[in-house]
């Protein structure tokens, strides 16, 4: 089992789960992280640590939110490890409770 990054990173990329993750299997791309499912182990201590409530364990994904399975799969594979948090993106704050913001995206 693994744990998904979605819509609600976009944007914002909040990276207090970096620091908490034992297996560093965050990955950070221009305007998001997503997690690696072959490297994460289940653990949850990312999703407390969320201030944008965007993690989920894969089988809790809201239904309008599981082709971000998909994509971090995809997008782990491309994108480098973070390992250390940073600070999070100038607008997160104004984007944090913004729904729908995939086709904001940068891959």
């Known amino acids: 089992m693994t744990h998904v ?4 990173c976009i944007l914002c990329k909040y990276t207090d789960c970096v620091d908490v993750c034992p297996v560093d299997c ?3 791309g221009p305007n998001t992280l997503v997690i690696n499912p072959n ?3 289940d653990c949850a201590v990312c999703v407390p640590e969320c201030p ?3 993690i ?7 239904e309008n939110q ?3 399975i998909a994509l971090n799969a995809e997008l782990s594979g ?3 490890t973070i390992t250390r948090s940073k600070d999070p993106m100038t607008d997160a704050d104004k ?3 913004v729904k729908d913001k995939l086709r904001h995206l940068i891959k």
């Open 5 to 8: 990054v979605t819509d609600a």
């Open 26 to 28: 965050f990955h950070e």
């Open 39 to 41: 490297e994460c182990i």
């Open 52 to 54: 944008a409530e965007a």
């Open 56 to 62: 989920f364990a894969e089988e809790d994904v809201p």
């Open 66 to 68: 599981q082709e971000f």
């Open 78 to 80: 491309k994108w480098p």
């Open 95 to 97: 984007w944090k409770d």
